[in-house]
Nanobody, 118 residues
Framework: QVQLVESGGGLVQAGGSLRLSCAASGNIFSINDMGWYRQAPGDNRELVAVITSGGNTNYADSVKGRFTISRDNAKNTVYLQMNSLKPEDTAVYYC????????????WGQGTQVTVSS
């Protein structure tokens, strides 16, 4: 089993910054993807950013140039630095770990609220 604990959400004005953290614990294999998804009320959950254990990254078009994902493999922690926040970034942000060993499996955090006021 893997547990994901997120922190760093909150309320910020448009143009401001927040940094989300997600610490993974449990039976973690070294090969995995970690990422962030978000879900606004009435919307589907969508990918924000993902980073592989080798450091390759992928971003949603809506956050490119504003958000940066990084990870510390020694600490099994992934970060999301969010700059130039917009009201449309308001959502619950979920941490995700995709494990490939021994089988493909998705683990999710409990979610952290990010609210951007205009």
């Amino acid at each position: 089993q893997v547990q994901l604990v997120e922190s760093g959400g909150g309320l910020v004005q448009a143009g401001g910054s927040l940094r989300l953290s997600c610490a993974a614990s449990g039976n973690i294999f070294s090969i995995n993807d970690m990422g962030w998804y978000r879900q606004a009320p009435g919307d589907n959950r969508e990918l924000v950013a993902v980073i592989t254990s080798g450091g390759n990254t992928n971003y949603a078009d809506s956050v490119k140039g504003r958000f940066t994902i990084s990870r510390d493999n020694a600490k099994n922690t992934v970060y999301l630095q969010m700059n130039s926040l917009k009201p449309e970034d308001t959502a619950v942000y979920y941490c995700n770990l995709k494990s490939f060993i021994p089988t493909n499996y998705d683990y999710w955090g409990q979610g952290t609220q990010v609210t951007v006021s205009s």
